[in-house]
């Protein structure tokens, strides 16, 4: 599958016509239309604002396959399934308890210097078009968001219910895009 047949699924799959798209990206109703033909493609900050719109990844666009493929930079960017069904996560992004059963971790693309690299995204909820996956954190390091992971990992082998994010940094949202306050949380 296409980006260009991915993003007229999923326009389709919310009732949001190509006019509503080109007005909440800030383009014309001809540039979504050529996206969908495969004509052209949207420039990075447009597939990220796309990705958050939708609730889906950017691999998920980008990628052909259903799987990501990953790249050697980021081998231990993908999805990860909790060793034992569910798990509460707090996370400040959703400010409430998010019932997981599986994390995946996503690079941002061509992240601007004060924007987090990585964002956090669980999987609260499986309808029939898959898992319904939801914002938990943004990460400025690889190294941080793969020792979140081990946290929620070592909470579910421990028979811990409840996981609070510890290594995520704290953003504020500027238009459609995401930006890095300079502490930690």
């Known amino acids: 599958m296409t980006l260009g047949d991915k993003l007229s699924k999923l326009r ?9 798209l080109a007005d909440v990206l ?31 990844t950017t691999d998920y666009l980008l990628l052909e396959e259903e799987k990501p493929v990953i790249s050697k930079e980021h081998k231990n960017s993908s999805h990860y399934n909790l060793p034992s069904g569910k798990i509460f996560i ?29 964002l956090l995204l669980g999987v609260d909820k499986t309808t029939f078009w898959g898992g319904h996956t939801i914002q938990l954190g943004w990460y400025e390091t690889d190294e941080d968001i793969q020792k979140e992971i081990s946290g929620i990992t070592s909470a579910i082998n421990a028979g811990e219910s409840c996981y609070t994010l510890k290594y995520n940094v ?15 949380v």
């Open 12 to 20: 389709k799959e919310n009732n949001c016509t190509q006019e509503q």
């Open 26 to 56: 800030g383009v014309s109703r001809q540039s979504v239309s050529k996206w969908e033909s495969n004509i052209t493609y949207p420039e990075t900050d447009k597939l990220v604002r796309i990705s958050k719109f939708f609730h889906c």
């Open 90 to 118: 707090e996370s400040p992004l959703v400010k409430k308890l998010v019932s997981c059963s599986k994390v995946t971790a996503s690079p941002v693309i061509a992240p601007a210097k004060e924007q987090p690299k990585y």
């Open 170 to 184: 704290e953003v504020y949202e500027k238009a459609f895009d995401v930006v890095m306050k300079k502490t930690k």
